[in-house]
């Protein structure tokens, strides 16, 4: 089954798997005699969900890691500080200001050195003569400003280095909350969001993940020169929510679409609360009781979260109403299109107005607890031609399909990397 998930890595990365668990291995029997080779070398202990093949970085031809080119060429480090400028640095290094002058006007990419922050670095090469022949400015991880001294002048250009992309894996069953679920799977903040982000269309967040939930993603890792420099997209994932399964799969527009090639984007989100800010603060909404005694009958979903707690328009449309009266306190609603209408009350603020259109997704106010209320929660009702229907089982409408041009081959990437899912699925379950 190892085979199978190794198939799908580039070629370069079946040796180096290897190449890793080999070191792995000789850093756990001998730990304290390798310390100083293993600060090159990223090592990943074997845990479940988490990818464990990893490029080497390179060797010279003594079988040594390659320090830092920079380095090599005896060049001068310079930490940027708080205050610092050019002009400043340069003449700190011995450098005149006629040098400064002419570095500055060399050429368009050379503007980046006006924007230098502290904490960033500047490399310089000074000959025997005194003369600065070279500066590096590295810009990004992969980008860096270069400036050189050819025949008396300074010349600028961006070099660039190669991204690589490795596909790691991740997998959680939930118990207590998502948020942990996702940590405990080797998952980072950001990519726990970008998960509820994926699926805010299908699952409600906020009020419907129960215990015994799960997911299953693959994602890039992103890697230069050997080294890791952060993670890329989620290329496809899976969660069971109370039983039901979704697929997405990310095709090469930068949008997520189930496995049969339908959109995950709806016209409606399940959870009218900002998926980020609820997720991550923790809130148990099981220990929320909400309003004791009734004016009318109950004809919405409470959701209760922090006050502040932004809360988004759960469709594009246009605000119908905004206000406050003593039972509703602040309040909008939103009218979609002919047939739909979104009622969102109980606001600490209101953040638009009455006629302003909205985007899906977009904040039209804070959780809290204004009107006819005991404690602070968002009442959200969701009306069909005038009707009260229930948000969360309400038929809706249905999702777009991929352009028919790029159905076939986005059924292959699907088919790709509904395997990959599938793969580490299997082997998630052959380790348990
Ligand atoms: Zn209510």
């Known amino acids: ?19 890793v668990l080999f070191v792995t291995i000789v850093l756990f029997i001998f730990p ?32 040594i890691l390659d320090e ?42 050379a503007q980046k ?26 810009i990004t991880n992969t980008e860096t400003l270069q400036i050189s001294l050819v025949e008396n002048n300074y010349h600028s250009d961006i070099k660039t280095k190669n991204v690589e992309k490795i596909i790691g894996f991740g997998q959680g069953t939930i118990k207590s909350s998502f948020w942990h679920a996702g940590i405990e799977g080797g998952l980072t903040d950001n990519q726990i969001m970008e998960l509820a982000g994926i699926f805010g269309w299908d699952i409600d967040f906020a009020q419907e993940i129960r215990r015994g939930d799960s997911f299953n993603l693959a994602y890039e890792e992103l890697y230069v ?70 004016i009318k009958p109950h004809r919405g979903v409470d959701y209760a979260a922090p006050i502040g707690t932004p809360v988004v328009a759960s469709g594009d449309g246009k605000v119908i109403e905004a206000g406050y009266n003593r039972f509703n306190g602040n309040y909008v609603f939103i009218q ?26 977009q904040t039209i106010g804070y959780l809290g607890r204004s009107g006819m209320v005991t404690g602070a929660h968002l009442h959200y009702e969701f009306l069909v031609n005038g009707v009260h229907r229930n948000p969360r089982t309400v038929e809706l409408p249905k999702a777009k399909p991929i352009k028919a041009s790029e159905k076939d081959s986005f059924l292959v990437v699907a088919d790709k990397h ?13 380790m348990k």
Do not use: C
């Open 225 to 294: 020169d050997g080294e890791f420099i952060g993670f890329g997209d989620i290329v496809a994932a899976e969660f069971i929510n109370q039983g039901d399964t979704f697929t997405a799969i990310r095709y090469t527009d930068g949008n997520y679409y189930t496995p049969e090639g339908r959109s995950m984007r709806k016209s409606f989100l399940r959870a009218p609360i900002n998926f980020k800010y609820y997720v991550s603060s923790n809130f148990n909404p099981r220990r929320f009781h909400p309003v004791q005694k009734r």
């Open 336 to 361: 979609h299109g002919e047939k739909y209408t979104t009622k969102y009350l109980h606001f600490k603020r209101k953040a638009v107005k009455r006629g302003q259109w909205v985007k899906q997704g």
């Open 32 to 63: 304290t005699d390798n310390v100083s080779a293993s600060r090159n070398v990223k090592v990943m202990q074997l845990e479940p969900g988490v990818q464990y093949e990893l490029p080497v970085p390179e060797l010279n031809s003594e079988g």
């Open 418 to 430: 509904q395997s990959l899912l599938d793969n580490n699925k299997r082997i998630m379950l052959a």
């Open 1 to 19: 089954m190892i085979n199978n998930t190794i198939k799908h890595l580039p070629k370069k990365h079946r040796y180096t798997l290897g190449a």
């Open 113 to 138: 050195l006006k924007r230098i922050k502290p904490s960033d670095i500047l490399y310089l090469h000074i000959d025997e003569a005194g003369q600065l022949t070279s500066l590096q400015y590295p």
């Open 68 to 109: 830092s080119l920079f380095e090599a060429e005896d060049y001068i480090t310079h930490k940027v500080k708080r205050g610092d400028t050019l002009a400043s640095i340069l003449k700190k290094h011995k450098l005149s200001a006629q040098t400064t002058y002419k570095v500055s006007k060399a050429g368009e990419h």
